[in-house]
Nanobody, 124 residues
Framework: QLQLVESGGGSVQPGGSLRLTCAAS????????IGWFRQAPGKEREFVAG????????YFGDSVKGRSTISRDNAKNTVYLQMSSLKPEDAAVYYC?????????????????WGQGTQVTVSS
């Protein structure tokens, strides 16, 4: 069974940092491109960051560019999203998604598998 499980969310003060983890099971990350998305209440799901299957290509949404890094450990079948200088507007449910073919994309519908999400709250 193909599965993605996010973890690492929580409550943080503005200016703080978090590392989100996306653990895959049922397939190997070597064959998959990964994207992180987020969705705040009443808003559309938004692309945050992506990393290709080799880890050599990364891409960030404008909202987190310069404040985030994405990395992967294929041996652990895990992808990480490190976010810093967090703002209240970063609060959302964060999802990781896997795409089998075509590379990194910012389009929600072009991903094949999704995790259940992890909540990030940013408040003082």
């Amino acid at each position: 069974q193909l599965q993605l499980v996010e973890s690492g969310g929580g409550s943080v003060q503005p200016g703080g940092s978090l590392r989100l983890t996306c653990a895959a099971s049922g397939f190997t990350l070597d064959d998959i491109d990964i994207g992180w998305f987020r969705q705040a209440p009443g808003k559309e799901r938004e692309f945050v960051a992506g990393i290709n299957r080799s880890g050599g290509i990364t891409y960030f949404g404008d909202s987190v560019k310069g404040r985030s890094t994405i990395s992967r450990d294929n041996a652990k079948n895990t992808v990480y999203l490190q976010m810093s200088s967090l703002k209240p507007e970063d609060a959302a449910v964060y999802y990781c998604a896997a795409r089998k073919y075509g590379g990194i994309t910012t389009t929600v519908d072009e991903y094949d598998y999704w995790g259940q999400g992890t909540q990030v709250t940013v408040s003082s």
